[in-house]
């Protein structure tokens, strides 16, 4: 579906662009208090056509016989349809009899003349009159060439009498100045139906209200602006979401605004409050606003709207609203046609898509070309590319440079990246400082960035401030950093807590016979939490708690686990299960694998079955190994069960 180069549509903005203009003028033009009726500038109907001419025929009589409010009226009617030449008379005649409405609109006639400074001079004429409209006008005058204490007060002038144009202006002077009294002339005009200020005051009031809540120095989250980079194959982010603080009895006073002026056409407010409404969950509504932002010409609504279906699983109707949003430059959206393409396969489509959104400035694009590059193994392509968006700032794409640098062997290139791109505040990037630190068997420093990405949620970086304080007798700090990693995901970290917590308990007391089971500790949720993502010591110690608990097909279920992903423990366990159990057959396959994998106490219950069965050679064999591999204590058994195997088959 295409929506641009349509004739229809280049017709259509053409007319508006001369409705646009009208209405610039219509601002400014004072109706004069013998006008029937203001004309509408659309384009009129027959009625609307024979009551105009019947009205204009009515003034043009008065106005020959000398009626002054009739002549100021003519000239108005005749200034809004673009007759200059047989308004000026009118408006001149009427001007020189006192109408200050004719002075405002014969300002306004010179003014689209060219004539600025004769137009402001008919201006303050009426203005000082009391005109509202020529106030404004002059004020607008005077700021144009940088007069602003006479804007202002030309400005005040007209606000003060209520004319809500002059309020706008007023208080974007005041605004521009960071002056405080910009607010109270912004709600002036908006309460009179201002759009624009409506929309600029829901911005004050939503800015202020997340100052107030964040503190003067946090500034918080932007406004809904999508651009995120994608990775190819991937699907696109949706877009970042505004920091909007709600009362508790609903909707804030600047979401209010912002509804006022996205109702009365203003396309960034239905942007910014179908971003508010997402953010609340009420997607409905908040596509309903997209989608009247989006037709208005708005891009990045058009975006967010194709993000809004993409996740309600309607990606052909996402897609369209992404060509509708790249082709009118959005980067973003093109990025995520790139990623959708990406995800389908269509390596070289993805890689336009890109380009254009490299193009349209967003430094998305060069970085997501690097990852599609890499994808494909087009190594120096993918360097090139990252380069440039880290060189224009794309801390990502320094870190995903350094990481290239570092696995090409270039350990002292890769590091001023890595650096780059941490002190821009790329977690991965501190993380990996911390890995090239280590590398070094430079653990102070590895630790400090360490600590860095931990504070900012890295999971693994966390587990490694765990491990560091673990090492260095701190279990407090351990325990807190290994709860965070854990939570995050670890499985290492889960394990790890749990040894923590497992070291603290007491001593189980002796079992007693019908006593009820104790419920699991939190030290054996956190090992289960480990053993489920496949951590194998975790798996045998879940096993051995189990088995501690009286639950053997519980504990030779996790021992099995742990033995088949290769755990020698856990072979060696679930063998003894087995054996306790009369299969000692296939304990022997278990405590065969777990002793050929290094485990001493495997080898030395191996010896044993070879002795019971008079297999002596077989089981110097293993006592032999078990002496190897120990421990002490083992290879002291294995060694005198050796001896008596040797003198068995010597007797």
């Known amino acids: ?54 009205t204009e025929a009515r003034h043009r009589r008065a106005a020959e016989n000398g009626d002054v409010p009739a002549m100021s009226a003519l000239g108005a009617l005749l200034l809004r349809r673009g007759d200059l030449d047989g308004a000026e008379p009118y408006l001149r005649g009427a001007t020189s009899e006192g109408d200050r409405a004719a002075a405002n609109n014969l300002g306004v006639l010179l003014h689209q003349r060219g004539y600025a400074e004769e137009a402001a001079g008919w201006w303050r004429v009426a203005a000082v009159a009391g005109s509202a409209p020529a106030a404004h006008a002059l004020g607008r005058h005077h700021r144009e060439r940088g007069d602003e204490p006479a804007a202002e007060y030309w400005l005040r002038q007209a606000a003060e009498q209520g004319h809500a144009l002059g309020a706008y202006a007023l208080a974007d002077l005041l605004e521009h100045r960071s002056d405080v009294g910009a607010e109270r002339w912004l709600r002036a005009a908006a309460e009179q139906g201002h759009r624009e200020a409506a929309y600029r005051l829901a911005l004050a009031l939503e800015r202020r209200d ?67 409404l997402e953010h609340r969950g009420e997607l409905k509504e908040a596509g309903r606003w997209y989608l009247s932002s989006a037709k208005e010409g708005e891009a990045r609504a058009a975006c967010a709207l194709g993000f809004l279906l993409r996740d309600a699983g309607d990606e052909e109707s996402a897609a369209v609203w992404w060509l509708r949003a790249a082709q009118d430059g959005d980067g973003n959206a093109a990025n995520a046609l790139g990623a959708l393409h990406a995800a389908r396969g269509e390596q070289q489509t993805a890689e336009r898509w890109y380009r254009a959104a490299m193009d349209a400035g967003d430094v998305n694009g060069a970085y997501n070309l690097g990852l599609l590059c890499a994808a494909q193994d087009r190594i120096p392509q993918a360097e090139q590319w990252y380069r440039r968006a880290a060189y224009a700032g794309h801390r990502e794409a320094a870190n995903a440079l350094a990481v290239l640098l570092l696995q090409a062997g270039d350990a002292n290139g890769a590091e001023p990246w890595f650096s780059k791109a941490a002190e821009a505040g790329s977690v991965d990037a501190a993380f990996n400082l911390g890995i090239l630190h280590a590398g070094r068997d430079d653990d102070r420093t590895a630790l400090v960035w360490y600590e860095r990405a931990a504070a900012a949620g890295h999971t693994e970086a966390a587990l490694q401030v765990g491990i560091a304080a673990l090492r260095d007798g701190d279990e407090r700090t351990a325990e807190r950093h290994l709860r965070c990693a854990a939570g995050g995901g670890s499985a290492e970290a889960a394990f ?156």
Not at 19 to 42: F, K, M, P, S, Y
Not at 227 to 238: K, S
């Open 1 to 54: 579906m295409v929506f641009m180069g349509d004739r229809a549509t280049l017709l259509e903005t053409g007319r508006f662009v001369q409705r646009h203009a009208r209405n610039a003028a219509d601002e400014i033009i004072e109706a004069a208090r013998a006008v029937d009726a203001i004309l509408d500038t659309a384009t009129p109907t027959d009625a609307d056509t024979e009551n105009e001419t019947e």
């Open 210 to 276: 997340t100052e107030t809540t964040r503190g003067p120095h946090d500034t918080g989250t932007r406004l809904r602006v999508p651009a995120a980079a994608v990775a190819p194959g991937a699907t696109a982010p949706g877009p970042a979401l505004p920091a909007t603080v709600e009362s508790a009895g609903g909707p804030t006073e600047a979401e209010q605004w912002f509804r006022q002026a996205a109702a009365r056409g203003h396309r960034r407010a239905a942007l910014h409050l179908g971003a508010l």
């Open 496 to 651: 790890r807590l749990a040894s923590v917590l497992d070291a603290r308990r007491p001593e189980p007391g002796p079992a007693v016979l019908g006593a009820p089971q104790d419920e699991k500790s939190e030290c054996e949720e956190w090992y289960e939490r480990a053993a489920e993502q496949g951590h194998r010591r975790a798996q045998v110690r879940v096993g051995m708690l189990a088995a501690g608990r009286g639950d053997l097909a519980e504990a030779a279920r996790w021992y099995r686990e742990a033995a088949e992903a290769g755990s020698r423990n856990g072979a060696f366990n679930l063998g003894l299960l087995l054996a306790r159990e009369g299969s000692e057959r296939e304990a022997a396959l278990w405590w065969t694998r777990a002793a050929r994998a290094g485990h001493g106490r495997a080898a030395l219950r191996l010896a044993l079955l070879a002795a019971r069965r008079g297999e002596l050679t077989e089981g110097r064999h293993w006592c032999a190994r078990a002496v190897e591999l120990g421990p002490a204590e083992v290879a002291e058994r294995a060694a005198r069960l050796s001896e008596a195997l040797h003198q068995e088959l010597t007797a």
